[in-house]
C-alpha cells in the first residue's frame, strides 16, 4: 500500500487561493508543491499547466477537485460497505470498493480501496 501522501501543504495552498480569495503566486516552492501534487493525484501534463497563470489556476482546482472528491467517495463507500459487512452482505460490500475502483483515478485512494477489498473476509 502506498504511503499516505502529505496533502496538507496543499490544503492551505488551496484554501488560502481558492477560498481566501488570495493570488497564487508561483515561487519555485509553490510550483514544486502543485507538481508534486499533481503528479500524487494522477494528473498529467502539470509542467505544461504552469506555463500559465490560468493553467497553474486550473491545475490548482482540479488537483483539489480529486484529493476532495476522492476523499469523499472512499468514505462514504466505506461506511456503506461496513454495515454491508455487519449485516452479512459480503457480496454488496465488495461491490462499494469495486464501484471506487471503477472511476477513482488518485493512486491512494484506488490503494486503500483495493487493500478493503483483499482484505474483506466472508467472517462475520
Not at 502529505?6 to 508543491?33: C, I, K, N
Amino acid at each position: 500500500m502506498a504511503d499516505r501522501p502529505d496533502w496538507d501543504p496543499f490544503r492551505a495552498l488551496s484554501l488560502q487561493v481558492l477560498r481566501a480569495g488570495s493570488p497564487l503566486v508561483l515561487t519555485e516552492d509553490v510550483r514544486a508543491l502543485l507538481l508534486r501534487t499533481a503528479k500524487e493525484v494522477a494528473i498529467r501534463d502539470a509542467q505544461a499547466a504552469l506555463a500559465t497563470e490560468s493553467g497553474a489556476m486550473e491545475l490548482l482546482r482540479e488537483s483539489a477537485r480529486r484529493i476532495t472528491d476522492g476523499s469523499n467517495r472512499l468514505t462514504d463507500a466505506l461506511h456503506v460497505m461496513w454495515r454491508l459487512q455487519r449485516e452479512g452482505d459480503f457480496d454488496s460490500a465488495r461491490q462499494q470498493m469495486r464501484d471506487v475502483l471503477a472511476v477513482e483515478v488518485v493512486p491512494y485512494y484506488r490503494d486503500l480501496a483495493q487493500g478493503q477489498l483483499d482484505d474483506m473476509t466472508d467472517d462475520p
